[in-house]
């Protein structure tokens, strides 16, 4: 599974926007500002989240059904969703953040 770093990368690479390159060029060489520090580190915490959930929801899996695990595993998917929207509205944002050139 790849790691919070990795994900990032990809979805700015994916998003095709003109400064993701750049973006991903000062993240690597750790030149961005408090502000990029804070959004970095609510992704990492969002996928980190994420990441717990859904190993979560495989160890369900291994129940037997008709346990309270279909339930369960609803709410999961439902938090991981929430996690997601969040994830990409950090997304966004980061690729709405003024860069210097």
């Known amino acids: ?3 919070s770093w990795e994900l990032l990368k990809k979805c ?3 998003s095709n926007h003109p400064a993701a390159l750049h973006i991903i060029s000062l993240i690597e060489k750790d030149e961005v500002d408090m502000e990029m520090q804070k959004k970095l580190s609510i992704w990492d915490r969002l996928f980190q989240e994420g990441k717990k959930l859904n190993n979560r929801i495989e160890q369900m899996d291994k129940f037997p059904i008709g346990t309270n695990t279909s339930y369960i595993t609803l709410e999961m998917y439902k ?3 929430n996690i997601s929207n969040e994830m990409n509205t950090i997304l966004l944002e980061i690729l ?3 860069i210097a050139a």
Request: glycine share 0%; hydrophobic share 25%.
């Open 1 to 3: 599974m790849e790691d």
């Open 12 to 14: 700015l690479t994916s």
């Open 79 to 81: 938090k991981i969703k």
């Open 96 to 98: 709405s953040t003024r």
